[in-house]
């Protein structure tokens, strides 16, 4: 399945963005959905991420209480709300598809191309 994220921007500290991950196909109703991040010189993390029916999500600490992630399986759809952002936040998101829902990267097989977030102090 394919994957295009959308919905970066510059944004001041404190404000809020809407990632989106639009998929190609109407399997990506069946696949487990996370979102990770990388900012320069860091390794790609974990942010979140949610099972296929969106009974069951995980974030990870560092943006527990302040992202959300959900989808919408009609519009092929998974949306990443994050609130109260820090500069710490900024990096390059990127989300991914795969059968396992879980939080390493091991367990997605299709990435998209990723969106840059950038928090301003």
């Known amino acids: 399945v394919q994957l295009q994220a959308s919905g970066g921007g510059v944004v001041q500290a404190g404000g809020s963005l809407r990632l989106s991950c639009a998929a190609s196909a109407h399997t990506f109703s069946t696949y487990a959905v996370g979102w990770f991040r990388q900012a320069p010189g860091k390794e790609r993390e974990f942010v979140a991420a949610i099972t296929w029916s969106g009974k069951m999500t995980s974030t990870s600490d560092s943006v527990k209480g302040r992202f959300t992630i959900s989808r919408d399986n009609a519009k092929l759809t998974v949306y990443l709300q994050m609130n109260s952002l820090k500069p710490e936040d900024t990096a390059l998101y990127y989300c991914?598809?795969?059968?396992?829902?879980?939080?390493?990267?091991?367990?997605?097989?299709?990435w998209g191309q990723g969106t840059q977030v950038t928090v301003s102090s």
């Open positions: 991914a598809a795969g059968q396992s829902f879980g939080i390493t990267m091991r367990e997605y097989t299709s």
